[in-house]
């Protein structure tokens, strides 16, 4: 378990440190070093990265599958063949993600990633779940089956965490009745509480954010912006996260859901401390383009993946990305030109502290778990590391 991985650009949460290295001990970083480091003993594995990236293993709050696969497919393969396909390109730590179905799905699906955290040996941590519905505006259901949504019901609700320890995170639309009590229970759990999939206007959204609602998901998509009602021009979910400075959004980085103009906007105005990349990938991430089922191989919808974008059959909307998370860096840096340090940041230490995990994931510092990956000027990763054991080395 002990490693040093030397001759490398640390990416760090501010800087590039030109050369350095990490050691590791028992799947913790123990030391980060500049130069070529202190002579270690023969008990340690030496790995020479060759003057590529050294960055803390990326973080991934919002993905519906990969592969292949989705995890409302409900099944243990599923879950393991989905996350390793997203750990070969530099996810280290992921929260597998629903999408609106029937309650005996979602119910089926807690109980086989309850079972999958037992029996799938190595892969990225799995850090929890996400719930994405079904409590959404339908005007803005985007790809979300109409078939399920609805405003919150709380013995509903309930019912759901009660059934489920591993939910980490749930998105909303906070104008819906029942909403803002909803974001007030989730937060009292611990539980991040998102605004999506809304049509809420400012005064809605600055309301739900003193209920409890924190985040943003997938910023742009599926919610309202400036818009009349009655001659009266209103904010929506867009220009309110930018007007309520603690918010803190998410964004994907594909290079198809947002443009580079957005791309710059978003950063320009919220900056990397408030920003995360996510994929919000369906299972069509890392496979050939074609005709695929966005959510479970029973009941999800059918989706065509063309031009690097999954969407409705009738193209009127996107249905989810395929992207994977070297992409969303590799777009942040060579379409947006964020620096590298930025980018690797909204992929790692913000999504760390918006799940509250910072204090062992994120950035590569003394004490925290030996989460890397190593990637060379084009993102292409070249080594996963999972808690000190290499998953993947293609160095």
């Known amino acids: 378990m002990k490693k040093v991985l030397k001759n490398g650009k640390i990416v760090t949460p501010i800087r590039i440190i030109d050369s350095g290295g990490v050691i590791i001990d028992d799947g913790v970083i123990v030391d980060v070093f500049k130069g070529d480091g202190p002579d270690v003993g023969d008990d340690y594995d030496v790995i020479d990265v060759q003057g590529r990236y050294i960055a803390p293993g990326f973080i991934d709050i919002h993905t519906h599958g990969a592969g292949g696969y989705d995890y409302m497919d409900g099944t243990i393969e599923a879950i393991e063949k989905a996350s390793k396909m997203h750990m070969s390109h530099g996810t280290t730590t992921i929260v597998p993600t629903t999408l609106t179905s029937t309650m005996d799905e979602l119910f089926a699906f807690f109980d086989c990633y ?28 985007g790809a979300q089956d109409p078939r399920y949504i609805k405003n919150p019901d709380r013995d509903e609700y309930l019912k759901v965490l009660d059934h489920s320890d591993d939910i980490v995170r749930w998105t909303v639309a906070p104008e819906l009745e029942g909403a803002l009590e909803m974001g007030r229970e989730l937060s009292n759990r611990g539980i991040v509480c998102s605004i999506g999939h809304s049509n809420a206007v400012y005064e809605e ?20 912006m400036v818009r009349r009602i ?8 867009v220009e309110s996260s930018y007007l309520i400075d603690e918010m803190t959004v998410e964004i994907i980085a594909d290079g198809s859901h947002l443009p580079e103009s957005l791309l710059k906007l978003i950063y320009k105005i919220k900056g990397p401390d408030k920003i995360c990349l996510v994929t919000d990938s369906m299972r069509a991430a890392g496979m050939p383009e074609g005709e695929y089922r966005l959510g479970s191989l029973e009941d999800g919808q059918v989706v ?11 193209r009127s909307a996107f249905a989810g990305s395929v992207a994977t998370a070297d992409m969303l860096v590799r777009t942040m840096t060579q379409i947006a030109h964020v620096p590298m340090a930025d980018a690797v940041k909204m992929l790692t230490l913000t999504p760390a502290r918006v799940m509250g995990i910072d204090n062992e994931k994120g950035s590569l510092a003394p004490s925290k778990d030996a989460d890397i990956v190593v990637f060379d000027d084009n993102i292409d990763i070249k080594l996963v590391m999972v808690g000190g054991n290499v998953e993947i080395n293609r160095l």
């Open 230 to 237: 009655n001659a009266y021009r209103y904010s929506g979910v």
């Open 114 to 141: 309850r079972q999958a955290k037992k029996e799938i040996k190595g892969g990225p941590n799995l850090l929890g779940l996400h719930l994405e519905g079904p409590y959404f505006s339908m005007e803005q259901k």
């Open 304 to 314: 065509i993946v063309e031009d690097g974008v999954a969407k409705l059959s009738d």
């Open 205 to 224: 959204v600055l309301e739900a954010y003193e209920n409890g609602y924190t985040h943003v998901t997938h910023l742009y998509s599926g919610m309202s």
